[in-house]
């Protein structure tokens, strides 16, 4: 009798456990991140800095779930390295987990791969195509219910293949981006 007692016990202890881990997985508020619940993508639009220049992009961004989104993220930008000068054409497939803490803010991680054409101008002139992983963080206001703004930090780090004379880890991207949002 006491066995079966615990044994019911620990299985509600963990149907709550369960419970309360997919409530904190769906949001701290009931609101449906950048995307409306009428709505499920986000165009972001995008410039800023890449390690010093100059640039611009953007993002699109499907809700899988009201905090859960898969990413597509695309962005030009000049950098100006330790005596070089380089621009990157980046493109990447990333999963996005937002929180709420308001019914305006919105606060996310995001995280994912994919590919960056490189072309270095100087010291030398190469061109090179490596497979990178990117993360990042940013924030976002919604302004009103289909527009916000937003700002972001994200790192790109090359995993595979270089440019002649580089290791692929030389070569790291870091790019803030403001942008508007907008749901549709």
């Known amino acids: 009798m006491l ?51 100059l640039a611009l992009g953007g993002n699109l961004r499907y809700f899988l779930m009201p905090n859960l989104a898969g990413e597509i993220d695309a962005g030009y930008g000049t950098s100006v390295c330790q005596n070089c000068h380089l621009s990157a054409i980046t493109l990447t497939g990333n999963l996005v987990y937002e929180i709420h803490p308001t019914v305006r ?26 497979g990178e992983i990117d993360a990042g963080a940013g924030g976002g206001y919604r302004l009103t219910r289909s527009v916000g703004l937003s700002l972001e930090e994200r790192w790109f ?28």
């Not at 620990?10 to 904190?24: D, E, K, P, V």
């Not at 803010?105 to 490596?130: M, N, Y």
């Open 105 to 130: 803010l919105i606060l996310f991680i995001v995280a994912g791969g994919g590919a960056a054409l490189a072309d270095l101008a100087s010291p030398e002139s190469a061109r090179a195509l490596w």
């Open 3 to 53: 066995s079966a007692l615990i044994s019911s016990l620990r299985s509600a202890g963990s149907t709550f456990c369960r419970i309360a881990a997919m409530s904190l997985f769906l949001g701290l508020s009931a609101s449906n991140a950048w995307a409306d619940g009428d709505s499920t993508l986000v165009l972001t639009p995008a410039f800023g800095v890449e390690n010093g220049g």
């Open 157 to 184: 780090i090359p995993v595979s293949g270089s440019i002649a004379g580089a290791s692929p880890g030389s070569f790291t991207f870091d790019r803030t981006f403001l942008g508007i949002a907008v749901s549709f």
